[in-house]
């Protein structure tokens, strides 16, 4: 029996971004088209918050006008963490902005203690 060298599978990296400092104006996570696979947001404020995301570069993105693809609620001093393998695919780019309201439309207000927000993307 030969012996075979060891095979290292070649994986897909990811990139981490990370901010505390998210408020109701759009910010680009992501440039261009990519998945996002990981989330973990901490809300800092009293009350709850929303975590928008959108298919679109944040320079496209007009706070209660463009619809966001889905929407994070994260209750009042609370936290929340997913991971999958799969991850949520975004055709154009990653952009996303945090408010205190739910609704898609009018004004969005910005959180009077901004959460830190940590995604993982590819």
Not at 27 to 33: C, E, G, L, W
Not at 36 to 52: E, G
Not at 81 to 92: E, I, K, V
Request: charged share 10%.
């Amino acid at each position: 029996v030969r012996n075979q060298p060891n095979v290292v599978a070649t994986t897909i990296g990811t990139t981490k971004f990370r901010s505390a400092a998210t408020t109701n104006t759009a910010v680009s996570v992501k440039a261009s088209a990519g998945n996002l696979y990981c989330w973990n947001i901490v809300n800092l404020h009293s009350a709850v918050i929303y975590v928008k995301f959108f298919n679109t570069a944040s320079g496209g993105v007009v706070p209660g006008t463009t619809v966001p693809v889905f929407t994070l609620a994260v209750q009042a001093t609370n936290s929340v963490t997913f991971r999958t393998d799969f991850g949520n695919f975004f055709s154009t780019a990653i952009s996303m902005f945090v408010t205190t309201v739910g609704a898609d439309g009018g004004a969005q207000t910005a959180a009077a203690t901004l959460p830190i927000i940590e995604l993982e993307f590819a």
